[in-house]
């Protein structure tokens, strides 16, 4: 209960922050690949994992070009490690084990709410390229795991992610105009994470992705 207290205030408080005047809105359906990294070699990426990052994005621009922004979404992502060494895994039900040179699929889903500077051309014919940067913090709701090898499949691990996930993105694109206000946009987003996601002090597991932006700008 007091995880979604948190996520609610926190979300409150940053859309407060914007003017009413300024603002644009994007609404979007993100497409993503998602991949972990450990920074120990007895435990290493195997993949990236296909996920989705649905949410609405606002731009509150303080000059023409310029804009700070920020939002909210639901990120569906992910990733697999194989584990070299047994590693004990508290799950919903017990205690399991992930024996060596087996996978375990995480599969996580957070609450996504990004602040940054993006800046915009002037339109060319119906075009407008922008770019923008800046500090994406998760706050994880939901987290299971599966290991194809043996029985664990979608068992609840949310002891073993931490609450917030954060990292830096960078990432540009293209606005088609489809009249007045409103306009298409593609485009490409990298994401670095640079904090441990899991709660283990064994070592850091970080999450990164590459995110492409389909969303429809008011």
């Known amino acids: 209960m007091k995880k979604y207290l948190f996520i609610t205030i926190f979300a409150v408080s940053c859309i407060n922050a914007f003017s009413q005047s300024n603002l644009r809105f994007t609404v979007f359906v993100d497409p993503k690949f998602s991949w972990m ?5 007895d435990v290493e990426s195997d993949g990236s994992k296909l996920g989705v990052n649905i ?4 731009d509150n621009f ?12 639901i990120d569906n992502t992910g990733g697999s490690l194989k584990y ?7 799950t919903n039900s017990n205690a399991d084990t992930v024996f060596a040179g087996n996978v375990l699929n995480y599969k996580l889903q957070y609450i996504n709410i990004p602040l940054g500077l993006k800046l915009k051309t002037n339109e060319i014919g119906y075009l407008t390229f922008y770019t923008h940067l ?5 706050i994880n709701i939901k987290a299971t795991g599966e290991v194809d090898a043996y029985d664990l499949e979608n068992e609840n691990i949310a002891d073993e992610i931490s609450l917030f996930n954060m990292g830096y993105f960078i990432g540009a694109g293209v606005e088609y105009s489809i009249g007045g206000n409103s306009a298409l946009v593609l485009g490409l987003t990298y994401t670095n994470g ?9 070592n850091k597991i970080t999450m990164s992705n590459l995110t492409v932006r389909i969303g429809i700008l008011f």
């Not at 949410?55 to 606002?58: A, C, P, Q, S």
């Open 62 to 73: 303080f000059a023409k070009n310029y804009a700070l922004m920020t939002g909210i979404s």
């Open 55 to 58: 949410g609405l994005n606002m």
């Open 37 to 41: 990294a450990s920074d120990i070699k």
């Open 134 to 138: 800046g500090i994406n913090t998760g």
């Open 194 to 202: 640079f904090i441990d996601i899991t709660t283990d002090s064994n």
């Open 84 to 90: 070299g060494e047994d590693k004990s895994l508290n």
